[in-house]
């Protein structure tokens, strides 16, 4: 899972592996080095800025299954994210269509001919800092930036998000503040394969005791082995697996992977993307 041998192993011996949009040198060497060790294929992708869980396959076939059951959304995927605004509601779902706005932004419509759906519930963390609150973000589809243009939505922009936020604001934090958490995916025989990475110790805000202590609580460490619904006290959030069985394992997972990347990573080749 978020700890297997492979690339984040790699990343974690040579910082040189992270990727960085401002750098294509280092992308290429990355690449290289990657192939020599072997060939993944990105079933998903996340923005730049967004840390967290990223989904790979070590072969074609695999990763076409997995990319299906994202397409045909037999996925369930957990972000957090932290905001200072004060949100429209406090939970609740934010659903519309999306188009192309401006310096490649995305805007939310009143349309629904073909909605993005997100659903939401927030916790108060303003022992922290005054009106900071955690977010946890469970996208139904999988569009460009709409998580983030649905934080927009709700008049709470995600903290340090410099297209969707105030540019000035932004420029003082340390990253954006949204994390890939939590995936669980069901494959083409019923089985299904999960993963849950909290947001990391040694990373702003994110590392703050009193976060971590919340996120410890949403995302406990045993949620990655309990194949029953998650969330089940938020209707809202809720996933449940419809074959339950044993915990997928290295013969059930062959061929694919879950890595935990930095904020400055981003994969791509991707057939879903909501962050």
Do not use: N
């Given at each position: 899972m978020g700890n297997q041998q492979g690339l984040l192993a790699a990343i974690r011996a040579n910082p040189a592996f992270l990727l960085d949009s401002f750098a294509p040198a280092a992308q290429q060497q990355q690449q290289q080095q990657l192939d020599e060790q072997q060939r993944l294929f990105a079933v998903h992708r996340l923005d730049t800025g967004t840390s967290g869980l990223v989904c790979f396959a070590t072969s074609a076939h695999v990763a076409g299954l997995v990319a299906k059951a994202f397409r045909e959304r037999r996925v369930a995927k957990y972000y957090v994210a932290l905001s200072a605004r004060k949100p429209a509601r406090k939970q609740g779902s934010v659903?519309?269509?999306?188009?192309?706005?401006?310096?490649?932004?995305?805007?939310?419509?009143?349309?629904?001919?073909?909605?993005?759906?997100?659903?939401?519930?927030?916790?108060?963390?303003?022992?922290?800092?005054?009106?900071?609150r955690l977010y946890v973000l469970k996208p139904e589809t999988?569009?460009?930036?709409?998580?983030?243009?649905?934080?927009?939505?709700?008049?709470?922009?995600?903290?340090?998000?410099?297209?969707?936020?105030?540019?000035?604001?932004?420029?003082?934090?340390?990253?954006?503040?949204?994390?890939a958490a939590a995936l669980r995916v069901q494959l083409p025989d019923g089985s299904w394969f999960q993963a849950v990475d909290r947001p990391?110790?040694?990373?702003?805000?994110?590392?703050?005791?009193?976060?971590?202590?919340?996120?410890?609580?949403?995302?406990?460490?045993?949620?990655?082995?309990?194949?029953?619904?998650?969330?089940?006290?938020?209707?809202?959030?809720?996933?449940?697996?419809?074959?339950?069985?044993?915990?997928?394992?290295?013969?059930?997972?062959?061929?694919?992977?879950?890595?935990?990347?930095?904020?400055?990573?981003?994969?791509?080749?991707?057939?879903?993307?909501?962050?």
């Open positions: 659903t519309g269509d999306m188009a192309r706005g401006r310096s490649s932004s995305w805007k939310l419509l009143r349309s629904s001919s073909d909605p993005a759906v997100t659903r939401f519930q927030s916790y108060s963390l303003a022992a922290v800092q005054p009106g900071l999988g569009r460009t930036h709409q998580l983030r243009v649905a934080m927009k939505s709700l008049g709470a922009a995600i903290l340090g998000d410099p297209l969707y936020g105030a540019a000035a604001a932004a420029a003082e934090q340390q990253r954006m503040y949204l994390h990391p110790l040694a990373d702003g805000l994110f590392g703050h005791a009193a976060v971590q202590e919340l996120c410890g609580r949403l995302l406990p460490d045993a949620l990655e082995q309990d194949l029953g619904p998650w969330f089940e006290e938020h209707p809202l959030l809720v996933s449940r697996t419809t074959a339950m069985g044993t915990p997928a394992g290295a013969a059930t997972l062959e061929g694919t992977s879950y890595q935990s990347s930095s904020s400055s990573s981003s994969s791509s080749s991707s057939s879903s993307s909501s962050s």
